[in-house]
C-alpha cells in the first residue's frame, strides 16, 4: 500500500485506525514495515500539528526514570543524597553544575535539555498576582461566602479564604510548586487552574474519607465501576462506591480559561482525588472522562506534587502517560477485542446500540460515543450520548 505524508486530520485519524490495527505485526514482515512507515508518519504530523517545546529539566528526569524504571533512589550517586533528590523532583532545589554532568553522563539526558531554564510558573505565593484569580467567578459559584461588606476586602483576602478549608494561604505556596500535566489543545490559566484545584481538594476533603491504600485501584475495580454506567443514577453510584474504596469523586464546574474536563492528583492525606467539571452535560462524556483520570490514578499517579489536568477535546500529544490512560479506559469500557466483531462497529442503530450495551453491561451513550469519536462525527447519534442527563443529577452545584 502506497501511503503520503499526512496532511488533514481525517488521514491522520485513518492512520491511527490503520496503527492499532497492525499492532500485534511481527517486525520485518509486510505488516511490520507497514506499522514502521504509518507511525513515521504520524509522529511527523503531531510534531507539526502539536509542537512541543523542550522539556523542564525537572520533567525530563522523572520521563528518564520512567523510561528506566528506576526510583529516587537511583539518582542519589547523581544528586547526592535522598533529601536532595527529593528536593529537586519537587522544584524546591535547584541544579547544580555537578548535578547536570552526572545526570547527563550517566542517565543520558541532553546536556541541552538540562540546562533550561526550570519553569517559573509554579513559583512561590509571593510572586503571584492576586488580582488575576477569578474572583468574580469563585463567588458567584459559591465557593466563598462573602457579605456586601467583604465584596470590598483586597483580592488576595479572597484567595485565603478559598485556601482555608486546605491550611490557610500558606498552602498556596504547595499549590504553586505542584507540576501540572496539562493535556490541552489551548493554554490553560495557570490562576483559574490553582483556584479550581484547590476547590476540588477541598470538596474531598469535605468527604472525610478514611486513608488510602496503594494498589488498591486495579483492573477489576474499574471495570465494576464502568458496569456502573448502567444504571440511571450511574454517576452518584460510582461516586458512592469509589468513596468505599478511599477515592473521592467530586464534581467542580470548569473556570474559564481552563477548558477542562477532568483532573486526577492525591489529596493532604493522600488519598487519589478524581475532579469531573461535567463541561459537557453527556452521559458518554462522563464516562469516558471518569475512566480516563481513574487510569492516571492506577498507572501514574505517585506523588502530591503532581496533578494530571485533561481537555479531553484535544489529542493525547505525545505524552506516553495520556495515551495510556485513553487505551486503558477505552479498552475498559469496550474491549477491542469485542468492539472490532461487533455489528455496532459497522453500523450505526440504534438496534445494534443497544444490543452491544446490552453485552457488556454498559450505557448505549458509551457506544454511542465511541462510533460518534471514531467517524469524527459529533452530528449523529445526538439522542443516544445522554444529553442533559447528568448535570441534573447535582442539584447543589451552581452550573
Given at each position: 500500500?502506497?501511503y503520503?505524508?499526512?496532511?488533514?486530520?481525517?488521514?491522520?485519524?485513518?492512520a491511527?485506525?490503520?496503527?492499532?490495527?497492525?499492532m500485534d505485526?511481527?517486525?520485518?514482515?509486510p505488516e511490520?514495515?507497514e506499522?514502521?512507515?504509518?507511525?513515521?508518519?504520524?509522529?511527523?504530523?503531531e510534531?507539526k500539528?502539536y509542537?512541543?517545546?523542550?522539556?523542564?529539566?525537572?520533567e525530563?528526569?522523572?520521563?528518564?526514570?520512567?523510561q528506566l524504571?528506576?526510583?529516587?533512589q537511583?539518582?542519589?550517586?547523581f544528586i547526592?543524597?535522598?533529601s536532595?533528590v527529593?528536593e529537586?523532583?519537587?522544584g524546591k532545589?535547584f541544579?547544580?553544575?555537578?548535578?547536570?554532568?552526572?545526570?547527563?553522563e550517566?542517565l543520558g539526558?541532553p546536556?541541552?535539555?538540562l540546562?533550561?531554564?526550570?519553569k517559573?510558573?509554579?513559583g512561590q505565593?509571593?510572586?503571584?498576582?492576586?488580582?488575576?484569580f477569578?474572583i468574580?467567578?469563585?463567588?458567584k459559584r459559591?465557593?466563598i461566602?462573602v457579605t456586601?461588606q467583604?465584596?470590598?476586602?483586597?483580592?488576595q483576602?479572597?484567595?485565603?479564604r478559598?485556601?482555608?478549608?486546605?491550611?490557610g494561604?500558606e498552602?498556596?505556596?504547595?499549590?504553586?510548586?505542584?507540576t501540572?500535566?496539562?493535556?490541552?489543545?489551548?493554554s490553560?490559566?495557570?490562576y483559574a487552574?490553582?483556584?479550581?484545584t484547590?476547590?476540588a481538594l477541598?470538596k474531598a476533603?469535605?468527604?472525610d474519607?478514611p486513608?488510602?491504600?496503594s494498589?488498591?485501584?486495579?483492573?477489576?475495580?474499574m471495570?465494576?465501576v464502568a458496569?456502573?454506567?448502567?444504571s440511571?443514577k450511574?454517576p452518584?453510584e460510582a461516586?458512592a462506591f469509589?468513596?468505599?474504596?478511599r477515592?473521592?469523586?467530586?464534581?467542580?464546574p470548569?473556570?474559564?480559561?481552563?477548558?477542562?474536563?477532568?483532573?486526577?492528583m492525591?489529596?493532604?492525606?493522600?488519598?487519589?482525588?478524581i475532579?469531573?467539571?461535567v463541561?459537557?452535560?453527556?452521559?458518554?462524556?462522563?464516562w469516558?472522562?471518569?475512566?480516563h483520570e481513574?487510569a492516571?490514578?492506577w498507572k501514574?499517579l505517585?506523588?502530591?506534587?503532581e496533578a494530571?489536568?485533561d481537555?479531553l477535546?484535544?489529542g493525547p500529544?505525545?505524552?506516553?502517560?495520556?495515551?495510556?490512560?485513553?487505551?486503558?479506559?477505552g479498552?475498559?469500557?469496550i474491549?477491542?477485542?469485542?468492539?472490532?466483531r461487533?455489528?455496532?462497529?459497522?453500523?450505526?442503530?440504534?438496534?445494534?446500540?443497544n444490543e452491544?450495551?446490552f453485552?457488556l453491561?454498559i450505557?448505549?451513550a458509551?457506544i454511542?460515543?465511541?462510533?460518534r469519536?471514531?467517524?469524527?462525527n459529533?452530528?449523529?447519534?445526538?439522542?443516544?450520548v445522554?444529553?442533559?442527563?447528568v448535570?441534573k443529577?447535582f442539584p447543589?452545584i451552581?452550573?
Amino acid at each position: 500500500m502506497t501511503y503520503k505524508i499526512i496532511k488533514t486530520e481525517e488521514d491522520y485519524h485513518k492512520a491511527l485506525a490503520r496503527i492499532d490495527e497492525l499492532m500485534d505485526a511481527e517486525p520485518n514482515t509486510p505488516e511490520g514495515d507497514e506499522l514502521e512507515l504509518l507511525v513515521t508518519l504520524v509522529e511527523f504530523y503531531e510534531e507539526k500539528k502539536y509542537p512541543i517545546g523542550m522539556p523542564d529539566p525537572v520533567e525530563a528526569i522523572k520521563f528518564r526514570m520512567e523510561q528506566l524504571n528506576i526510583n529516587q533512589q537511583a539518582l542519589v550517586p547523581f544528586i547526592g543524597s535522598k533529601s536532595k533528590v527529593s528536593e529537586v523532583l519537587a522544584g524546591k532545589r535547584f541544579l547544580t553544575v555537578p548535578m547536570l554532568r552526572a545526570l547527563h553522563e550517566g542517565l543520558g539526558i541532553p546536556a541541552d535539555v538540562l540546562l533550561k531554564e526550570p519553569k517559573i510558573e509554579n513559583g512561590q505565593a509571593e510572586h503571584l498576582d492576586w488580582n488575576k484569580f477569578p474572583i468574580k467567578e469563585i463567588v458567584k459559584r459559591g465557593w466563598i461566602e462573602v457579605t456586601a461588606q467583604e465584596s470590598k476586602k483586597e483580592a488576595q483576602w479572597f484567595i485565603e479564604r478559598l485556601f482555608e478549608p486546605l491550611g490557610g494561604i500558606e498552602q498556596v505556596s504547595v499549590f504553586c510548586r505542584r507540576t501540572f500535566v496539562e493535556r490541552s489543545g489551548k493554554s490553560m490559566d495557570k490562576y483559574a487552574l490553582l483556584a479550581w484545584t484547590a476547590r476540588a481538594l477541598a470538596k474531598a476533603q469535605s468527604m472525610d474519607l478514611p486513608p488510602y491504600t496503594s494498589g488498591t485501584l486495579d483492573e477489576s475495580i474499574m471495570k465494576q465501576v464502568a458496569k456502573l454506567s448502567f444504571s440511571a443514577k450511574g454517576p452518584l453510584e460510582a461516586q458512592a462506591f469509589l468513596a468505599k474504596h478511599r477515592i473521592a469523586l467530586v464534581i467542580v464546574p470548569h473556570l474559564p480559561r481552563t477548558h477542562l474536563d477532568g483532573a486526577a492528583m492525591l489529596s493532604q492525606q493522600s488519598n487519589p482525588v478524581i475532579g469531573l467539571t461535567v463541561r459537557h452535560d453527556r452521559i458518554d462524556n462522563f464516562w469516558f472522562s471518569l475512566m480516563h483520570e481513574l487510569a492516571h490514578v492506577w498507572k501514574h499517579l505517585t506523588a502530591f506534587d503532581e496533578a494530571f489536568v485533561d481537555n479531553l477535546d484535544s489529542g493525547p500529544g505525545k505524552d506516553p502517560r495520556e495515551r495510556e490512560a485513553d487505551r486503558v479506559s477505552g479498552e475498559i469500557l469496550i474491549p477491542r477485542s469485542i468492539w472490532r466483531r461487533s455489528d455496532a462497529y459497522r453500523q450505526r442503530s440504534p438496534d445494534v446500540i443497544n444490543e452491544l450495551a446490552f453485552k457488556l453491561n454498559i450505557h448505549p451513550a458509551i457506544i454511542a460515543g465511541r462510533i460518534r469519536h471514531d467517524a469524527k462525527n459529533f452530528y449523529i447519534l445526538t439522542q443516544m450520548v445522554g444529553n442533559g442527563m447528568v448535570r441534573k443529577q447535582f442539584p447543589d452545584i451552581r452550573w
